[in-house]
């Protein structure tokens, strides 16, 4: 079946740049997104991307699509202490009404 | 504007007792999920509903049921509880196309503990 893979944990100085990566398998896959759970609480959207985009910027955060290889990254600008959390990678395939998930990374930023 | 509104947010229960996991949202959406959360492994889908009066099972749908009440009500019944459904579970409705390109919004989560 479909996999979506992250590393773990990521811990980056505060005003620091962070870059999340995630790998997937599924070819077919038309939109991918990144999602931020704070401690104690939901899912929430950051960003998404359209398979046929090879990057997009909105504001501190810029995804790039690598759909070669099948790599998805999303940059954190000037991280601050309020980034901390865990940040999910997701993909929907075609024909596909759910989303896959990666595991997951906390992002740790030290003031 | 609530979102999706899940009820309860913390629950204990012992093995083999049931209860029903609530989720309502108020965005008109058509489809409807349940995700359970484990350390590690990201959201696993339970069930989902495509639209009012369907449901069809995800990827870890033993041990659980659901009821698409109405087009705003989507609930998760544990028949017999056992410790393996220790998890936090997340309800999820969805946009359909446009601008919005099928984006799920997620409740607070349930946080359950079966002992």
């Known amino acids: 079946g479909e996999d979506v893979e992250q590393s773990l944990f990521l811990s980056v100085r505060e005003g620091d740049s962070s870059v999340i990566n995630c790998t997937y398998t599924d070819s077919s896959s038309t939109y991918l997104y990144w999602y931020k759970q704070e401690p104690g609480a939901g899912l929430q959207l950051l960003t998404y991307i359209f398979s046929n985009m090879d990057m997009k910027q909105d504001q501190r955060l810029t995804v790039l699509l690598n759909k070669k290889d099948k790599h998805l990254s999303l940059r954190i600008a000037d991280t601050q202490t309020g980034d901390s959390a865990i940040y999910f990678c997701?993909?929907?395939?075609?024909?596909?009404?759910?989303?896959?998930f990666g595991s997951g990374t906390r992002l740790q930023v030290q003031p | 504007n609530a979102g999706v509104t899940q009820t309860p947010k913390f629950q204990v229960l012992k093995t083999g007792q049931s209860m029903t996991l609530q989720c309502a949202q108020d965005m008109n959406h058509n489809s409807m999920y349940w995700y359970r959360q484990d350390p590690g492994m990201g959201l696993r889908l339970i069930y989902y509903s495509a639209s009012e009066g369907t449901t069809d099972k995800g990827e870890v749908p033993n041990g659980y049921n659901v009821s698409r009440l109405n087009k705003r009500e989507f609930s998760l019944r544990l028949e017999s509880a056992a410790p393996s459904q220790t998890s936090v579970y997340f309800c999820a409705s969805q946009t359909l196309g446009g601008e919005a390109k099928n984006i799920q919004y997620f409740g607070a989560g349930t946080r359950l503990s079966v002992l």
């Open positions: 997701a993909e929907r395939g075609t024909g596909r009404r759910a989303l896959t």
